[in-house]
C-alpha cells in the first residue's frame, strides 16, 4: 500500500536547473577547471564537495582544500541567488501532480540535496499547503549525497513507512540511482537536456517527460503500486 510520495525539489518541484547548470559552470570556468553544461546536470544530487572534487582531480589532479570547497560552494551559491531573481519559477505542472497526491491522501515528503536558507518557507510560499516541515530532508541533513541511498532513507523515516510504501519522483540520474538504492519504486520525469536512456540506465521503474505528463497518470501509477 502507498503512503507517500518522496519529491526531489530541483528539477522536479521547480525549473531550477538551468540557473544550478550556468551558476556551476560560470563558478568553475572562472577558476580554470574543465568542465561542460552538461556534466552539472549529470553531477545533479552530488553534495557541493563531491561535485567540486571531481572537477579539481579532472582539472588539477587534486583534492580541492576545505577552505576552497567552502569559498567555491559560497560563490556558486550567490551567483545561483543572483540568476534566480526574482524568485525560483516553480515547475509547470508541479501543482497539479502535488493536488491529486494530496487528495489521494498520500504523505508528500522533500528530499533534496539542496542547502538552500529558509527553503521551507519557499516551498510553503509557492505550494502552500502541500507541505510540512518535519517531513523535509535536506542537504544539512545527510553525510552522503546522492546516488546514495542516504536521502531517500532518511526520507522514509521521516514519513514512519517501508520502501515498498513510497515512491520517488526525480528528475536526475544520480537521485533515480539513489532512490532504486533504497529500495523504492522511481519515477523519472525527464525535465532536462539529458537523453532518456540516460535515466532509464539508472534504474527508472518509468519515465515522463515533463510535471504534466505525470499529473495525467499519477493516480493509475500509485493504484498499480498498490496492488490494486
Ligand atoms: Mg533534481
Do not use: C
Not at 173 to 191: C, D, M, Q, S
Not at 199 to 218: N, W, Y
Amino acid at each position: 500500500m502507498i503512503k507517500a510520495i518522496l519529491f526531489d525539489m530541483d528539477g522536479v518541484l521547480y525549473d531550477s536547473m538551468p540557473s544550478h547548470v550556468k551558476a556551476w559552470y560560470d563558478t568553475m570556468s572562472a577558476l580554470n577547471a574543465i568542465s561542460t553544461p552538461e556534466d552539472f546536470y549529470l553531477f545533479e544530487g552530488r553534495t557541493g564537495e563531491s561535485t567540486i572534487n571531481i572537477l579539481f582531480n579532472r582539472s588539477f589532479g587534486r583534492n580541492a582544500t576545505p577552505e576552497e570547497i567552502e569559498k567555491i560552494y559560497a560563490e556558486k551559491a550567490r551567483r545561483f541567488t543572483e540568476l534566480e531573481q526574482p524568485e525560483s519559477k516553480p515547475m509547470r505542472g508541479a501543482q497539479e501532480v502535488l493536488q491529486k497526491v494530496k487528495q489521494m491522501g498520500l504523505l508528500r515528503v522533500i528530499v533534496t540535496g539542496s542547502g538552500q536558507k529558509s527553503l521551507f518557507d519557499k516551498l510553503d510560499h509557492h505550494f502552500p499547503g502541500f507541505f510540512d516541515k518535519d517531513l523535509m530532508v535536506t542537504a544539512y541533513d545527510v553525510k552522503q549525497g546522492k546516488p546514495h541511498p542516504e536521502p531517500y532513507l532518511i526520507g522514509l523515516q521521516r514519513a514512519n513507512i517501508k520502501p515498498e510504501e513510497a515512491i520517488v519522483v526525480e528528475n536526475a540520474p544520480l537521485g533515480v540511482e539513489a532512490g532504486k538504492a533504497a529500495g523504492i519504486y522511481t519515477i523519472a520525469v525527464n525535465t532536462g537536456p539529458l537523453p532518456d536512456k540516460v535515466l532509464l540506465d539508472s534504474g527508472a521503474d518509468i519515465l515522463f517527460h515533463s510535471m504534466k505528463d505525470l499529473a495525467d497518470t499519477i493516480e493509475k501509477i500509485v493504484r498499480e503500486q498498490s496492488g490494486q
